[in-house]
T-cell receptor, first 120, second 116 residues
Framework: DTEVTQTPKHLVMGMTNKKSLKCEQH?????MYWYKQKAKKPPELMFV???????INESVPSRFSPECPNSSLLNLHLHALQPEDSALYLC???????????????????FGPGTRLTVL | GDSVTQMEGPVTLSEEAFLTINCTYT??????LFWYVQYPGEGLQLLLK?????DKGSNKGFEATYRKETTSFHLEKGSVQVSDSAVYFC???????????????FGRGTSLIVHP
């Protein structure tokens, strides 16, 4: 099973709302990622979790708050977003290099289908 | 730093035509190279990968060879179908911190449009 699932598929929210995006994988991966993708652009890395600990935060505004409650789940909490935050939000997972000897085998990322977010 | 350069699209072809999408990279180490495909309204799917020089990745009729001497990883398919219409991203994966997670660097993406 190489599936990463994300919910909801679509989300429309106002600038004062609080909502959460969810991501789940059951591949035993210990690295999980959030990306933001605008139309006709490549994904932009937001956060990386390694063994449920935040390892990379690409200077993302605090209105985006990630959470990794366990090794299978990754959340992205949203609060006071702006219209320019409207985008496709992608979750991905991969094995962490320490999981497998010979690190080159562990660098494949598996992406979820994304959540299409619209901020009004 | 690492970078990936892809040919600008869109690439427009007739069904059964030969496809090449060029990709070159710059990296300080020995990264793995990937092609991802994104169909309209969907997330990214791994299409193929290669982990070392001269490796050939292949899947669904698509191929790409890791050429270290030309720092290239061009995507090819002998006969495209309408269902291949999508955006294709070339990417490399490197590890910025020893023992840290692999972080991919993506190209800008190339849109492929295949007409019947």
């Amino acid at each position: 099973d190489t599936e990463v699932t994300q919910t909801p598929k679509h989300l429309v929210m106002g600038m004062t709302n609080k909502k959460s995006l969810k991501c789940e994988q059951h591949m035993g991966h210990r690295a999980m990622y959030w990306y933001k993708q605008k139309a006709k652009k490549p994904p932009e890395l937001m956060f990386v979790y390694s063994y449920e600990k935040l390892s990379i935060n690409e200077s993302v505004p605090s209105r985006f708050s990630p959470e990794c409650p366990n090794s299978s789940l990754l959340n992205l909490h949203l609060h006071a977003l702006q219209p320019e935050d409207s985008a496709l939000y992608l979750c991905a997972s991969s094995q962490d290099p320490v999981q497998v000897l010979g690190g080159a085998l562990t660098d494949t990322q598996y992406f979820g289908p994304g959540t299409r977010l619209t901020v009004l | 730093g690492d970078s990936v350069t892809q040919m600008e699209g869109p690439v427009t072809l007739s069904e059964e035509a030969f496809l090449t999408i060029n990709c070159t990279y710059t990296a300080t180490g020995y990264p793995s190279l990937f092609w991802y495909v994104q169909y309209p309204g969907e997330g990214l799917q791994l299409l193929l990968k290669a982990t070392k020089a001269d490796d050939k990745g292949s899947n669904k009729g698509f191929e790409a060879t890791y050429r270290k001497e030309t720092t290239s990883f061009h995507l090819e398919k002998g006969s495209v179908q309408v269902s291949d219409s999508a955006v294709y991203f070339c990417a490399l994966s490197d590890r910025p911190m020893l023992g840290g997670s692999y972080i991919p660097t993506f190209g800008r993406g190339t849109s492929l449009i295949v007409h019947p």
